[in-house]
């Protein structure tokens, strides 16, 4: 049970100037290689190579000193086996992009109606005189505006052509972001390899076959490999065979490790097998590209070939590349979780059901964000109401048309007024169809892309890496945080202060001449040995400034203990390498303790221990005395070191680390390393030593926002509850005088579980309110709370919570949190890959700064919604009430376009950029089920609806008298644009104008301009509409159905235009509570549909809004084509992976864009499949029932988090 270590060659046998013959092994042989498993391998490893040096050897590189480094040499790997990338799926075109935004319906409406016009316009029917014809005919006055009636239906063509143009650009702006953002990350993404002896860092995409590659625990491995050296390795394979259980590494046994898989204990050397294509990752992606283009054939032989062998499957995949790091939840932003759909392929094996059943899977959901589910549901009324108008308009007219012709003047209908007559129809249908456009807010999805892409590259100067879209606007409606102690409150930079040595208690760190040499010795080498060798001191980078701390800052700290006793590490560490550690019991959250086993020259064994003090010292019989002498270590002495040592530096503060060690004679032979048990037993103490890690400066302050702001934060810490109270004191998250509860982890579990164990919502439910500290936790304790606080109906509306975690086992409670935030510096790969935040710099103020971002996203939607639904309500009804009286709508279809789409893109960037002010952290979270418009907004769109409809209806049917000018109303057929119908039109939009400035406001501020100068892009786009709008009036003509205005006219318009300021003083002055009778609307799930939604957990879970949808009447649903794509994969991989083959099951989740694409066959563990819809922890590492066993997280101890950064 030698440290899994292979015997080293002599010296350094990379041979430097022989680059120039080939490598001893080919790409093909390393793939055929690592296509095998444990037993296979090392057999075939052995027949073929000798041992994993002869992989070496041919390979041209050394175990010790890896590779030269030299630029040749690496360009000649790059040519042999190729680079360490995956080429991303190309980039849909801005072409495709338009494509897509064309399929929106009611722009083909529009499209249909106004080639219709265009034709008719064309063709001129013979004959049929206007007097034959009725009153149909009498507008043509002459041949000039005969001709002009193509101008509509091209100005209709014209601004679809711009809606479209300006739909598509943000798609492509919004995907050419998402990749930049991408690529950043991919970059930051760094591996640690040894190159000439030295270890460095370098990107992922530079690693090469023959690297050597140092693996420690929390690590993403970026290649395939081959083990070297490992100590107590494990890993979690779950991403690529769908097992849950953690594979042991060694030579012996298993030394296959492939890429995509996460360590999970433990740390090793491996040298590198294979990259980017040739990787296992590598090649299932290929497998999913090759296959795309054979889609289309599959599917038509699919009819006649018998599938009887295919059941479904399905893969999850990414849209875009194969990232590391990250990728967002979707690609909208916008969570489309959706069934897969049904292909051909998948009717066939529909068919055969009878004969052979197949077990259904369901997809696990994560919840639709809060507002997107508001959205969803108000856009299906909007949309439904817009329907219901148009149709009736549209009725309206042509039944009144219909009357009239036919009824009153007694008209017959001769085939050669068809044609004037299809003119009218098709006139009465754009009408309608102008109805509908005006009601829909296509600025709507706009303005949501907008402010959080706005946002999310704003909060990267916060430094929040937003990993997910929607998490920044959940995060503004976070009720709770449940934050690590240490390096987020903390600053992560730990130093020992206090120690007891020898049975004396130093209040600083003691003069070396004060401690025995006997008992000196022994603490600086047990510190030194039992650390991870890439946790070093490195001298400062600025003159005068503090040691630089790499690796584990506990670790740091000891070290730090060790040059304060004026003694040196490094040459002890140069003494004993790394390879001649005989066994490595590696740091994790159940053990809390690290140990180091050395070989003595007489054949015995020293063991060297260190860990949390309460948990070591439970298993040490002697201590040190002052003389350097063991003596007896009774329980009683224990309890008595507790309470005069251990408690005391708690109190203050610090965490309490005791260094012990333990030596095995010779003649007792070697004992089962195995039994962790009985080796961690008998330790002697050397000393116990105070650590402190001071609280962030900026911290407390930070709390307090939080607190004013209506949010809970909790620590939740794996450090002594002494310790943790000390801190959360000094941070303000408990304050003296408040009623609170901190646990310990152990008594948490106890008031939680019932006899069986089992977790129960009731228990739970007593608890967590008053819960502020979670001391002593495991990583199973912070996901219980967790899931706990969500799934909890016990305040009036339902908890978001956002959780910080760093460490591997961290990630189940990240993923199910509804916003998971990682630490960028200390944070393992695995944490930020559950995680929808990256923290850049793992600072608590970053986190409030994200909250008020959150805040500022539902703000600015709301006010677009203010202001979009109050043209939409007035438009609606000027329309529809315009066309039943004057048979033809005041606002013509190219004015309607131009208010509705020029006015709403605009209007959406002008209002979604407001900045967020630190006002926004003065009120109370809005939480789940608050509607998206509020009473007071109520009160502002009909408020202003009223006072535009008064106005409106006014001009038009009084107009003409006030200004003294010609009627427009009942204008003939293609009669040329009047004065009166261009004065409304211009009225119309002056008051949208002035009102866009009244909607910056939400919460009935007095002072709507309030910090106008601080968003440059809303005055210029005020400004830039109101010079547009002139130069329609002006210079418009015809395709706009305008005139141009005199100057008094213009006057007017203004004034009448800046009445809306006024006027929204007068409503803001009405107080809201007395307006009881208005309706709130687009509320959010209640609790009584998250019940139904609870029990009928089988069926699809797609909210009942969507499934009313008609998919784009809102373009959100343009999410779905993209799902399409990702079905392929599916039926790819269900032709080309199990050709003939029995294929097993599969979970089938498309929803995700995984950072690998994971492909997991289930086995027959159903029970993997989790229980309530939104959990989804089964795919991550740490969720198998064993791998949180009781105990801390990461952040408790040594070895927990080896800095990934």
């Known amino acids: 049970m030698a440290n899994n270590t292979a015997d080293h060659p002599p010296g350094n046998s990379v041979a430097e100037g022989n680059h120039d013959g080939d490598f001893g092994v080919t790409v093909a042989d390393l793939r055929d290689l690592m296509e095998l498993r444990s037993g296979e391998a090392v057999n075939k490893i052995q027949e073929t190579y000798g041992d994993v040096q002869g992989i070496c050897r041919r390979l041209k590189t050394s175990p010790i000193e890896g590779l030269s480094g030299n630029p040749v040499d690496l360009e000649k790997r790059h040519t042999s086996f190729g680079k360490n990338f995956i080429p991303p799926k190309k980039a849909k075109t801005f072409l495709q992009l338009v494509w897509e935004a064309l399929q929106d319906v009611t722009l083909i409406i529009l499209e249909i109606a106004a080639i219709i016009s265009l034709g008719l316009s064309i063709f001129h029917p013979p004959g049929g005189d206007g007097e034959a014809c009725g009153q149909a005919a009498g507008g043509v006055e002459d041949e000039g505006e005969a001709q002009a009636g193509w101008i509509e239906g091209a100005a209709i063509l014209f601004s679809v052509i711009i809606v479209v143009l300006v739909t598509a650009f943000n798609d492509w702006s919004k995907e050419k972001q998402f990749r930049g953002l991408q690529s950043r990350i991919e970059q930051e993404q760094k591996f640690t390899v040894i190159r000439k002896g030295q270890v460095i860092q370098i990107p992922v995409a530079e690693i090469v076959v023959g690297d050597i590659a140092q693996i420690k625990y929390g690590d993403l491995l970026p290649a395939d490999g081959i083990l070297i050296q ?30 995509g898989t996460h360590v999970m204990e433990g740390s090793g050397r491996m040298v590198v097998s294979a990259v980017g294509l040739n990787s296992q990752t590598g090649i299932i992606f290929t497998l999913l590209g090759a296959s795309e283009n054979d889609e289309e054939k599959k599917v038509k032989k699919s009819k006649t070939q018998d599938k009887a062998s295919q059941k479904t499957h399905h893969v999850e995949m990414i849209d875009g590349k194969r990232d590391w790091h990250s990728s967002a939840k979707t690609q909208d932003g916008i969570a489309l979780e959706i069934q897969p759909l049904k292909s051909e392929d998948a009717a066939e094996s529909e068919e055969k059901e009878e004969a052979k059943p197949v077990k259904k899977v369901n997809v696990t959901k994560k919840e639709k964000s809060v507002l997107q589910g508001k959205l969803t549901r108000l856009a299906v009324q909007i949309g439904k109401a817009g329907l219901i108008m148009s149709a009736v308009t549209v009725i309206i007219l042509i039944l009144y048309f219909v009357i009239d012709t036919f009824g009153v003047q007694g008209r017959s209908w001769t085939s050669e007024c068809t044609p004037v007559y299809i003119q009218y129809f098709v006139k009465f249908f754009i009408i309608g169809v102008t109805v509908l456009v005006v009601a829909v807010p296509e600025g709507l999805p706009l303005a949501v892309t907008i402010s959080l892409a706005y946002s999310v590259k704003k909060m990267m100067k916060d430094n929040n890496l937003v990993r997910h879209l929607d998490a920044c606007e959940t995060m503004g409606n976070a009720t709770a945080i449940c934050s690590d102690k240490t390096g987020t409150l903390t600053m992560n930079r730990m130093t020992v202060v206090q120690a007891y040595i020898g049975d004396t208690h130093y209040k600083t760190v003691p003069e070396p001449e004060a401690i025995k040499p006997e008992t000196l010795e022994i603490m600086v080498n047990s510190i030194s040995i039992n650390s991870a060798y890439t946790t070093k001191i490195l001298p400062p980078e600025k003159e005068g400034g503090l040691p630089r701390q790499v690796g584990n800052k506990t670790e740091c700290a000891l070290l730090g203990l060790v040059l304060g006793v004026k003694r040196d590490y490094q040459p002890i560490r140069d003494e004993i390498p790394e390879e001649k550690l005989y066994k490595v019991y590696t740091f994790n959250s159940s053990r809390k303790s690290m140990s180091t086993v050395l070989k003595n020259a007489d054949g015995g064994f020293r063991m060297y221990s260190k860990g949390a003090s309460e948990i070591v010292l439970r298993k040490c019989s002697r201590i040190l005395d002052d003389q350097g002498q063991p003596r007896v270590f009774k329980p009683k002495d224990r309890d008595e070191m507790v309470r005069k040592v251990i408690e005391p530096m708690a109190c203050d503060g610090l965490r309490t680390i005791c260094v012990a060690y333990r030596d095995f004679p010779a003649e007792a032979g070697e004992p089962d390393w195995d039994s962790e048990n009985d080796i961690l037993s008998d330790l002697t103490c050397i000393a116990v030593v105070g650590i402190e890690d001071p609280v962030r400066p900026e911290v407390p302050e930070a709390i307090t926002k939080c607190q004013r702001a209506g949010i809970t934060v909790r620590m939740v810490t794996g450090d002594n509850i002494n310790t943790a109270r000390a801190i959360a004191t000094k941070c303000g998250i408990i304050q003296p005088g408040e009623d609170f509860i901190c646990l310990e982890g152990k008594e948490f579990n106890q008031q939680i579980r019932n006899d069986k164990g089992e977790v129960e919502q009731e228990r739970l439910d007593k608890v967590w309110p008053k819960l502020r500290v979670l001391a002593r936790s495991s990583p199973t304790d912070k996901h219980t709370l967790v899931k706990g606080i969500i799934d909890s109906t016990v305040g009036e509306t339902r908890q978001v919570v956002a959780v910080t975690g760093d460490g591997t086992n961290d990630g189940p409670a990240l993923k199910k949190a509804d916003v998971g935030f990682a630490m960028g510096i200390a944070g393992t790969d695995v944490a930020k890959e559950a995680s929808d935040i990256i923290l850049t710099d793992d600072n608590f103020t970053s986190i409030v700064k994200a909250v008020m971002w959150g805040r500022n996203v539902y703000d600015s939607i709301s006010k677009f919604l203010q202001f979009q639904l109050t043209v939409n309500v007035v438009a609606v009804i000027v329309a529809f009430t315009g066309a039943c009286i004057t048979q033809d709508s005041p606002l013509k279809a190219v004015q309607m376009l131009w208010v509705n789409l020029i006015m709403d893109t605009l209007a959406s960037l002008a209002l979604a950029t407001e900045p967020p002010t630190e006002s926004l952290l003065l009120r109370k979270p809005y939480g789940r089920n608050k509607p998206l418009i ?100 002006q210079f418009g003509g015809k395709p706009f159905s305008c005139t141009a205005l005199t100057i008094d006219q213009w006057l007017w318009c203004v004034f009448i235009g800046v009445g809306e300021l006024l006027w929204g003083q007068l409503i803001s002055a009405i107080p809201t509570h007395h307006l009881k009778f208005l309706k709130e609307a687009g509320h959010g799930t209640t609790k009584e549909e998250i019940h139904e939604e609870e029990l009928t957990e089988g069926a699809d879970e797609i909210d009942h809004a969507e499934m009313e949808l008609r998919r784009g009447q809102i373009l959100w649903f343009r999410g779905l084509n993209r799902i399409q794509t990702q079905i392929k994969v599916v039926n790819a991989f269900r032709s080309s992976l199990y050709e003939g083959l029995e294929s097993p099951e599969s979970r089938s989740s498309i929803h995700n864009f995984m950072v690998h694409p994971e492909f997991v066959p289930l086995s027959e563990e159903e029970a993997r499949i989790p229980e309530e819809t939104g959990d989804e922890i089964d795919s991550l590492p740490g969720a198998s029932s064993g791998a949180g066993g009781g105990g801390v997280p990461p952040s408790a101890l040594p070895h927990s988090r080896e800095s990934s950064i």
């Open 230 to 259: 490992g100590n107590d390795l494990k890993i979690d394979e779950s991403s690529l065979t769908g097992e849950s259980d953690q594979v042991r590494k060694s030579l012996e046994k298993d030394p296959m490790l492939l890429s």
């Open 934 to 1033: 509020s009473r007071t907004m109520m009160k502002n769109i009909l408020g202003h609806a009223v006072y535009q409809l008064i106005i409106i209806f006014t001009l038009l049917f009084a107009g003409e008298n006030f200004f003294d000018i010609d009627s427009g109303r009942n204008a003939p057929l293609h009669s040329p644009p009047s004065e009166h119908y261009t004065i409304v039109f211009n009225v119309f939009v002056m008051m949208q104008l002035f009102n866009e400035i009244n909607a910056r406001k939400i919460h009935g501020e007095r002072n709507v301009f309030e910090g106008i100068y601080r968003n440059p892009i809303f005055c210029s786009v005020v400004l830039g509409t109101f010079a547009l709008q002139i130069i329609i009036v």
